[in-house]
């Protein structure tokens, strides 16, 4: 969610890849819905982890800044700054996964998430232009 964000708002003028600490071959679905009422396309989007990123060639010490979004990936990310030199950031977002046993629950829960990520997004962000 946090990269589509991203890539509506600043187009090409930063380079954003997200990745997590699992890799899922999709994404959720209400995440795609909640974006979609925004404009931001994310049917397409895949999630990947970092070991896929790393066995794809890309060089995690050339990012400047990870941004964690939770406990898990900031652990994991915080390893990275024994090797690299590395920013990490943990931005504490709702998990929306297991709210809700409606689907108006688990959309509304969806976009508090969304809301949450657009609002750290744009202030961490405010800086540069946006496209």
């Known amino acids: 969610?946090?990269?589509?964000i991203c890539k509506k708002l600043y187009g090409t003028s930063m380079f954003i890849q997200s990745a997590g600490v699992a890799s899922n071959a999709e994404i959720d679905p209400f995440a795609v819905e909640v974006c979609e009422e925004l404009g931001i396309k994310l049917r397409?989007?895949?999630s990947r982890s970092f070991k896929e990123?790393?066995?794809w060639g890309d060089d995690i010490s050339s990012f400047d800044l990870i941004i964690a979004l939770s406990p898990a990936s900031q652990r994991?990310?915080?390893e990275y700054t024994?090797?690299?030199s590395?920013?990490?950031?943990y931005w504490q977002t709702l998990d929306p996964t297991d709210i809700g046993d409606r689907r108006t629950m688990k959309l509304d829960a969806y976009r508090t998430t969304r809301d949450q990520l657009l609002?750290?997004?744009k202030k961490r962000f405010q800086s540069i232009v946006a496209k």
């Open 1 to 4: 969610m946090a990269e589509g």
């Open 44 to 46: 397409k989007h895949r």
């Open 53 to 55: 990123m790393e066995a």
């Open 76 to 78: 994991h990310a915080l």
């Open 82 to 84: 024994r090797f690299f």
């Open 86 to 89: 590395l920013n990490i950031e």
């Open 119 to 121: 609002k750290n997004i």
